[in-house]
């Protein structure tokens, strides 16, 4: 049975620092991990997907690592800004889990101006 | 090329009613994943389904609840006599196919029962 974590549930940086935000799965055959994002009240929208042979994927400020063997995955927000606070959510495609999402249970984050 | 539509995005029920919410995937992909978001809880897959089929209800739970989507039109998420339990964002995802393929998420359907 695939589990996803995410640490820290909740994170509240000033603007302009770096987010670190950490996924973790415990069963390391997957297809692939998405990192996505919540705004209160709204659906999700994908930020990155990293499949199981990549070792990370960028997307303007936004850079994921995929480690497979040590089950992490690791979403880095350079320069943070108010606009990207939201909530955070990973989640891996796996045959454990019978090919759907399983998702964390996301990291809720809070730039400060 | 629009992307999944849900609707409605509100629905107000009364203890006892019939929910029943819409998804219409992306054009071009014939996989569905429906799941529901708590209040302050994460998403949990309910039910995963191909054109005419149900590949996987493991997330569903085994009364008043059914899905479908079927050769044409929308896939349906039905909810029998809905409880005040049943009060969630319910979001439907759609995918073309093949498992290396990116899920796109719908701006989900809120359901309020009063």
């Known amino acids: 049975k695939q589990e996803v974590t995410q640490i820290p549930a909740a994170l509240s940086v000033p603007e302009g620092e770096n987010l670190v935000l950490n996924c973790s799965f415990t069963d390391s055959a997957i297809y692939n991990l998405q990192w996505f994002r919540q705004d209160p009240g709204k659906g999700l929208t994908s930020l990155l997907l990293i499949q199981s042979s990549q070792r990370e994927q960028t997307s303007g400020r936004l850079n994921a690592s995929l480690d497979k063997s040590s089950g992490r995955s690791t979403l880095y927000i350079a320069a943070s800004q108010p606009g990207d606070s939201a909530t955070y959510l990973c989640a891996v495609r796996s045959q454990a889990a019978g090919n759907k999402l399983t998702f964390g249970g996301g990291t809720r984050v809070l730039v400060k101006p | 090329n629009a992307g999944v539509m849900q609707n409605p995005r509100h629905l107000v029920r009364r203890r006892g009613q019939e929910a029943r919410l819409r998804c219409s995937p992306m054009?071009?992909?014939?996989?569905v994943y429906w799941y529901r978001q708590l209040p302050e809880e994460g998403l949990k897959f309910m039910v995963y389904?191909?054109?005419?089929?149900?590949?996987?209800e493991s997330g569903m739970p085994k009364e008043r609840f059914s899905a479908e989507f079927p050769k044409e039109g929308p896939s349906i998420l039905r909810i029998q006599q809905v409880v005040r339990g049943d009060s969630a964002a319910y979001f439907c995802a759609s995918s073309p196919g093949t498992m290396r393929e990116k899920l796109f998420f719908g701006s989900g359907t809120q359901l309020s029962v009063l």
């Open positions: 389904l191909q054109k005419e089929n149900i590949i996987d």
């Open positions: 054009k071009g992909h014939s996989h």
